[in-house]
Structure formats: C-alpha cells, structure tokens
C-alpha cells in the first residue's frame, strides 16, 4: 500500500478551498446540474472567447495562511515605527482596546454593508447617528454627513458646495489660506483646475482685499500651530459674500471656540486622532458638517430618523435624491463607498472617553505642548507662534539638519518645513519622557524640569481667551453612559446584534462583491508596523509598506493586464475620478484639449457619471438593447457625433446586467478609432481574474474595488480602496503627492487623496489575499463565483424570470430576477420581497440597480452550496407565498409580505389580527428554527425621514420608549 509523502501530506492550497464555498466534488455536480461536463466546460461556453487570457497570472503559487503571515511578518519588520511629531493632519493615538478587538477586528461590524437595507442596519444607523451628532458638538454646525474619505477630498468637496450654493458672488476664485496642510491644498487645486475655477493661495486678508472670490478655506489651527480668532476674517468674506470652509482640528474643538461660532459655512476634517491608527495614511473618517440651508448640497451619505410601520423611531439614509445613483452626472458628489467603520470607531471613542475624559485628553495635550514651549524658550528656542493648540514651529536655521539627524538617533520625526524650520505636533501618546527627549534633541546642556513648568504655567497659555470654549459638548447621554468597559461592550454588542454581517448569513448583493474577508488577511492590518506609521515618514522607514505595496501592484498587473498602476484612489469613485484625470491630461498632453465627451452606457453605476462630471466631462448616454447590452448602433453613431471632441467611454464589464457582451472587443476598438480612451470600470473584476484580463481586451484604465474583488471587508459602508491599473501611455498622468512624491510620476501631477498611498494600512489585506490564493486560485475563485450565479439562475428561472443572459443562455457573476411582471399580476412589490427575506434571515439583492423592479444577486465563490440553496429555497417559498396572494389564499393587503419584516414584538403581542399564522409571519420554513434573525424595527418609512429631516441623536427618552 502506498502511503502519502510527506509533501503531499503538507497540504499548500488548503486555503483556496476555505476561501471557495462549494467542494471540488459540488463544483462538478453543479456544472452537471447546469448541463455541462465540468466547470471548465461551463466557463468556456460562458465567457467569450475572444476575451480569454492567453497565458496564466505570473504569481507565485498558493501559500499556507502561516507562510503568508510570517512572510507579511517580514516585510512589516522592515518598517520602522518612530515616534512621529510630523503633525500636518495625522497624529498617534491610543485605540480603546475594547474598541480594536470588538469593532475593528470584529466580522458583526467589519463585514457589513452600506445600510442600504434600513431594518437589518440599526445598529450601525445608531452608531453613524452618533457620528453625526459628535461632529455637530464639536464643530458647531447645524448638520453632518456620515463621514468622508479624507481630509483634503472633504476640503473638494467643501469648495464644490460652496460653487453651488453661493448665488451672491458667481465668481470663480476660490482662496486657499497658506497655512492648510499642504495635501489638502493639493487635492483642491486638482479638483479645482478641472472644473474651471480658480485657486488663489496666500495670505487670506491680503487676498480677500484682492479678488471677489466665491470662497475660502481656511485651517484652524494652521497647519504649522497657529491659533488664531477666525472671526473678523470670516465676517470680513462674509461682508465680500465670500463663504467660509474651515478645515479643523477636532481634538482642538474640545478646547477653543467651534468654527460654527465663528461664523463658518462649511466645516470640515479628520476623525482619524480619536482612536484611528495613523496606518501610513488610512483609512479615517473625515468629516464635513455645514448649515441646514446648505442640506440639499451636502456630499455623502447622511443619517436620518425616520419612523417604522409602527410608528416606532428607526433610522435609514436619509435624502438619497442627492447621491450618485439617483442624481448621477448632477450628483452633489460622486462619493459612494465612504469610511463607515472608521467614523463608528471614532464615535465609540468620543462615547468611552465622554466629554469630560475627552477634554481632559485634549487639555493635557495642550498643556504637555505649552511646557514643551516654554522649556524651549528656556533653552534660548522661542516658537514662531505663541498662540497655538499641540504644534509649534521653529526657526532653527542651518542646524535644521543636526536637529533632524538627532531626532532620528532618538526614535523621533519631526516635521520638516522649507530648508531652516521644524514642526512639532504633540498628540495623546506623547509623555513627560517624551517632551525631555525632544529638549535634548533640539539643544545641549541643562534641560528644563517639567514639573517646574508644569507649575508655572497658568491657565491655558497657547490659547487666546476669546477662543476658549467651555464643554457644550457631547451632552446627550450617549457619550454620557458608556465609560466603564463593560457597559462599552455591552452597548457594541447590543447594536452589533441589530444586524445582518457576513458572520451571519449570505449578503447576496449584486455589484457589491460580498465574499469572504479571510481572518488571516485581516490580523496584520492592526500591528503596530503597518498601523504606526505617519504617512509622511522618511522613506527609509516604511520599507516594509513600499516592498508591500511594491508586490500588491505587480499581482494587480498581473490580475488585469495593464502597465502601471497608482495606489492613491481609496474608493472606486476616487479611482474613477483619478483614471478619467489621466485620460484628460493624456489627451492634453497630444494637443487634444477639447476632448471632454464621456460616452456612458444607460446601465452605467451612478458613479461613472457622477464622477465625470467632476473630471469636467460631459456625459452623453449610449442607450442598451433589449437583451441588455450596449447599442452598438448608437455607439458607433454616438462616437462618430463625438469624433472630434469624444474623451472615452466609461463601461463597466462584466456589464452592470450581469452579462459577457460579446462586443466588447469591439466597442474598445470603435472608441479608439474616434481618438477616445477606454475606461473599464473594475467593479466586476471577481468574474475576470485569472481568465481575462481589461488591459489584454482592449481597455486603458480601470479601478479596482479591493473592497470588492480583493477581499477588503465593506466596513458598513467603507473603508475601500480603489487603485487604478492603467495602459504605458496613461503612466506618466497617474496622480502624485505634494509631501510624499509617488516614485515614477512628475512630482507636479495630479493629487486625488490625502495621503500618498491612499488608505495603505488595509493594503496588506488583498496582499495576502492574492498570495493565500496564488493564481491557481484567484481562477477558480473566478470559475466558482460565476458558477455559484449560474447555479442561482438555474434554481430560480422557473420561478422568476432571469432578465438578462449572454448569448449562451448563462449569466457571468450575477444575476437579475425581474419582478415586475410578478407586481403586475399580484402587487406584491421588490421591496416587499427584500423586506420578506429579512424574515427568513437574509440580507436582500441589490434592489432596482441597474434596473428599476428587479433584484440582482450576486453570491461569489465564499458562498456554500448549503448556503445557495437556503437562499434559493428562500426565495421559492416567497415566490410561493406570491403565489397564494395571486390565488386570493393570502389576502392581497395584509400577507406576510407586505407586512414585511416581522419583529419578535409583532409575533409576541398579546393579539394577532392579520389572517395569516405567526408561524408563517416568523418560521414560514423549518430550518429557521435552527436559527433566527429578528429585525429590530418594522419596515422603515422611506418618506416620512425626507419629510421630517432630522439627522441628530434623538432625545433619549425616544430610546428607551423603545426598550
Ligand atoms: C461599487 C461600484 C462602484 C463604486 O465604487 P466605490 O468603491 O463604492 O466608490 C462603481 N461602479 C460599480 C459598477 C460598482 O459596483
């Protein structure tokens, strides 16, 4: 008998069958159950021909979770983690513990969606809610958004709105005070420049003097320390009808005056020092808060309170009119995917510490930096600014260099400004040790005694008494009730359990990619090597990130066929917006500047036109056939109309409806022929990997979702990251950064984010992703994704309609039940079937994207058979249920589907007056009983949120009405 050798028994790809849901043996009998001899045999038939890669992925084979830790180990350890007083937007802090392992490291919140499905997303409605509320306190405004990606995209952002709204002063200048952080200033002039309007940096008195602008944005503090009343400037621009953006500290709100109080129109900012690790530059929440008159305009998703069927209070996303995928190319912002998880984290820090133990944060800060100073001055070093919140900056002439050189002997960057100054921004983590430490660095001799100052100083002695602010913040009991841990973790856990995360059940949505976020890939997102790191440390010191990075771009090259690829975008949308740059300077650069036509197929994500928009295209639509594909008539008309002014056409593939077209070959090649670019939108890269690839079918540029396709968890609604992989003639357009140059582009090119490398810090996660999998694997996860779809289709089409399929009758990765025929005969709506499916402990499809009265799923390759076939069996029952209906069995105005979904307090009530059973409204199948998710709340009310726009924390009697 031959026994196994010992390296057979050392099982290597043991991972890719953990990380794919069905079995070797299921995958085969279900491309049998689907008519075909094999999986490959179903692929074949699936995808065109003329599409499939020719030659594998060049990636080293799959590798055991343990080969890959250790290998991330390795490059972690070539960072170097140094005590940053770099300042300029990012600052070190201490994460909660309680909050690292049960928010951040925790599946119930890292895995789930964008709250689009209001009642299985009460708890994170709650927790943004509160966000929204904490950013209200501290910045004085009237309203919030529920978080932005970063800092200098909310400052765009910020400008834009102000375009919009002024109607006073139609001017095109907007003026941007010297003093903002130098990436922020970047970022708007990048957003600037496209669209026409004018960027003026400078001092802001001697410029508001000068121009009639439309705007301003202002820092505050100053990006090198500086404090100052923003007041008289403000009233002086209002009095130009120039509106005011001030882009602040918030660990400073705690201490001086909210920008709302002086005056400000728009407030925006980072979250990232409340409990966020630095992560060489993300993810963090930015912030963005302005007046209610404003409210229409605001970018982002915003919370409301709305109530449910039953009158109870409930919360959903309020005025979804004014985001991307209603309002597409007249979108306030193209922002889709957002910082979720990161603005929770945040809001559970500022709910642990509460006002007071936040305020004692900040004043201990202030007082650390304020005996720094004063020991400085003692040693002869006097700052520039006397007026200051934790930064100090100093003239220190030609010892610049020892000074710098010393620091790093100790462990320490400091900020370098120009050739002869140095910044120092204390934060949370700094001790009494650590001020010594910096004396020394700065001089030689007798260093001054903390305490001694500490005694000395009176007051809070950096900030002017007209700014002091006194705590009218963060009041409501919120941030008042959890400060012991264990009411902490009760209060996460209790909102955790609200909803539906992967950890859960199947989140079938379409376009979204709701697949496995293996645990492997995501331990090394929080050790202190990739978490630490300042994103503007000497480059010496994040050689692990640069080799991370280094590998990720040539797997992604890999996985898509292109060239090059910029690792800035930390959303598909910012991706979007960052590949359609390239192409409108590529088309600049060949004396080709009127090209400014984006052909968009109708089926288009709302972000494409969303975000050409923002590029300063303009969007012409290419209608879709019958069977769902582009028209290639009336694009062939369409790019001849355009021929000489056309820029590209944006076409998502996989299409958006889930299917190969055939013609995209052909499309690619028609486009270019009229002198456009192609660009692909990556968001159906899951049904690509490994057997296609867009820079070999033709395309220029494309986003991917690492968020999506590469395993990086949804967050509830972000972090993502969504890096551009692009053709040789595009590489030299990819965007670069003011502080921290991205090797390879001109220094001078565009600046889509904040930080160099977007939100690097989740980087490793699709790393190790692609390297547990190798290329063998990252295939099959593709051939199974499509194959779980297919199979779903199958089970279903006898009981709904498949809209769309290819050529071959099969669909890619996705598929569309249409609805409407259904609603036609028996009323029974979309929604209702959404809402029904929570009674049956599921997530709903994307409901009416990219068409109106369908759903489309989407399981990936993670899902089980087991798993498909609840959902499909699911979905038959309710079709059943619709059945009963049809035949008059199920009464047509109260059945268990319109009043979808039940709660426990609907079946537990001491009546029941609906005509059907309890046992049907809650266990309508056996294997509910096993296990059962009970929705907090009723149907939410779509309308009456809109009506009644509240989008603050409730008093908290409203909470306990609940209870
Ligand atoms: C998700 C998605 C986008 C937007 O990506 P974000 O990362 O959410 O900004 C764009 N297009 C399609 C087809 C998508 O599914």
């Not at 590798?63 to 937007?89: D, F, M």
């Not at 500290?249 to 001086?256: F, G, K, N, Q, Y």
């Not at 160099?756 to 547990?772: D, N, Q, V």
């Not at 109106?852 to 498909?868: D, I, K, N, R, W």
């Amino acid at each position: 008998m031959s026994r196994p050798s010992l390296f057979e028994l050392e099982n290597h790809s043991d991972f890719i069958q953990r990380h794919i849901g069905p079995t070797v043996k299921q995958q085969e009998e279900m491309a049998r159950t689907l008519g075909y001899d094999s999986l490959d045999a179903l692929i074949d038939d699936t995808v065109p021909a003329a599409i499939r890669r020719q030659a594998p992925m060049d990636l080293p084979a799959a590798q055991t979770e343990q080969a890959v830790l250790g290998h991330l180990r390795s490059l972690a350890q070539q960072n170097v983690v140094n005590k940053s007083y770099i300042g300029t937007g990012y600052h070190d802090t201490y994460t909660p513990a309680v909050i690292q392992r049960n928010v951040l490291e925790n599946p119930g919140w890292y895995t789930a969606y964008t709250p689009y499905q209001p009642e299985i997303s009460q708890g994170r409605l709650e927790a943004l809610l509160s966000f929204q509320q904490m950013v209200i306190d501290l910045t004085g405004m009237d309203l919030a958004n529920a978080s932005m990606l970063d800092e200098g995209t909310a400052a765009a952002e910020a400008m834009t709105l102000l375009h919009r709204v002024n109607k006073k002063n139609r001017s095109n200048v907007f003026i941007v005070a010297e003093d903002c952080h130098p990436q922020t200033i970047a970022v708007v002039k990048t957003r600037a420049g496209v669209l026409g309007i004018e960027v003026v940096v400078g001092e802001p008195n001697a410029l508001l003097a000068e121009h009639q602008a439309f705007g301003m944005l202002l820092q505050y503090p100053g990006t090198y320390g500086h404090l100052e009343d923003l007041s008289p400037l403000i009233e002086q621009a209002h009095s130009a009808q120039t509106l005011v953006t001030v882009a602040a500290d918030i660990m400073a709100l705690l201490m001086v005056k909210s920008p709302g109080a002086l005056g400000a129109d728009v407030v925006v900012g980072n979250t990232q020092r409340f409990g966020v690790p630095m992560g060489f530059g993300g993810p963090h929440a930015a912030f963005f808060a302005t007046r209610d008159a404003y409210k229409r305009s605001i970018p982002g998703r915003i919370i409301g309170v709305s109530v449910d069927r039953r009158g109870n209070q409930a919360l959903r996303m309020a005025m979804q009119t004014r985001e991307q995928h209603i309002r597409r190319e007249k979108a306030t912002s193209n922002i889709c995917t957002a910082q979720a998880l990161l603005a929770i984290m945040a809001t559970f820090y500022a709910m642990y510490h509460g006002p007071e133990g936040l305020r004692r944060i900040a004043e201990r800060i202030h007082r650390l930096t304020a005996i720094f100073g004063a020991g400085m001055r003692e040693m002869g070093l006097a700052a520039e600014n006397a007026q200051f919140f934790d930064t100090l900056t100093f003239h220190v002439g030609e010892r610049q260099q020892a000074i710098v050189e010393a620091a790093l002997r100790h462990g320490i960057n400091l900020r370098v400004i120009g050739g002869e100054r140095l910044g120092v921004a204390l934060d949370e983590t700094t001790s009494a040790a650590d001020v010594e430490t910096l004396w020394q660095v700065f001089a030689d001799g007798d260093l001054p005694d903390v305490s001694a100052l500490d005694k000395a100083i009176d007051g809070e002695p950096g900030i002017p008494g007209e700014l002091s602010r006194h705590m009218d913040y963060l009041q409501h009991p919120l941030f008042n009730d959890y400060h012991s841990e264990t009411e902490m973790l009760r209060y996460m856990r209790y909102l955790e359990d609200k909803d539906i995360a992967l950890n859960r059940a199947m989140i079938p949505l379409g376009s979204c990619t709701m697949k496995l976020n293996a645990t492997t890939e995501m331990l090394p997102v929080t050790w202190p090597e990739f978490a630490g790191l300042h994103p503007f440390a000497p480059a010496d010191q994040t050689r692990g990130y640069q080799a991370m990075i280094g590998e990720l771009e040539h797997m992604l090259l890999q996985a898509t066929g292109y060239d090059a690829i910029s690792m800035q975008p930390n959303a598909g949308s910012q991706g979007e917006y960052a590949g359609l740059l390239a192409i409108m300077r590529y088309h600049q650069s060949r004396g080709d500047a009127q090209r400014n036509i984006c052909l968009i197929p109708s089926s288009a994500h709302g972000t494409n036109p969303a975000s050409a928009a923002l590029a300063g295209m303009k969007v012409v639509i290419v209608e879709c056939d019958d069977q769902g594909n582009v028209d290639m008539d009336d694009l062939r008309l369409k790019a001849g109309r355009h021929t000489d002014d056309l820029a590209c056409i944006m076409v998502t593939y996989p299409s958006t409806h889930g299917v190969f077209e055939e013609s995209i070959i052909e499309l690619c090649a028609i486009v270019h022929q009229h002198g456009g670019q192609v660009y692909v939108d990556g968001a159906n890269l899951n049904a690509l990997v490994g057997i296609a690839a867009p820079g070999k079918f033709g395309a220029d540029v494309s986003h991917l979702n690492l968020h999506k396709t590469f395993c990086i968890p949804h967050g509830g609604g972000g972090p993502g990251m969504g890096p551009i992989g692009v053709g040789a003639h595009l590489q030299p357009f990819l965007p670069s950064h003011p502080v921290a140059p991205v090797p390879g582009v001109d220094a001078g090119n565009d600046v889509v984010s904040a930080a160099p490398y977007g939100s690097a810090s989740i980087l490793p996660i699709s790393w190790a992703y692609i390297a547990l999998m190798g290329a063998q694997g990252l295939e099959l996860a593709t051939k199974v994704a499509i194959l779980n779809a297919n199979y779903i289709a199958h089970r279903l089409k006898d009981h709904y309609p498949i809209l769309y399929t290819g050529t071959t009758g099969n669909v890619a990765h996705e598929c569309i039940i249409d609805i409407r025929p259904l609603k036609e005969a028996s009323g029974v709506t979309e929604e209702d079937i959404a809402k029904r499916l929570i009674d049956y402990g599921f997530h709903a499809p994307t409901m009416s994207f990219p068409v109106a009265g369908t759903l489309m799923v989407e399981p990936t390759e993670s899902e089980s058979l087991f798993e498909l076939d609840r959902f499909c069996d699911a979905l038959i029952a309710i079709r059943q249920e619709i059945e009963a209906v049809q035949a008059g069995k199920l009464d047509a105005g109260d059945n268990p589907l319109c009043n979808a979904p039940h709660t426990l307090a609907d079946v537990a009530a001491s009546t029941w007056e609906h005509p059907y059973s309890r046992e049907l409204a809650a266990y309508p199948v056996a294997s509910l009983r096993r296990y059962k998710y009970w929705p907090p709340v009723n149907r939410v009310d779509n309308v009456y949120g809109d009506r009644n726009l509240f989008c603050a924390c409730p008093a908290i009697d409203s909470y306990r009405e609940e209870a």
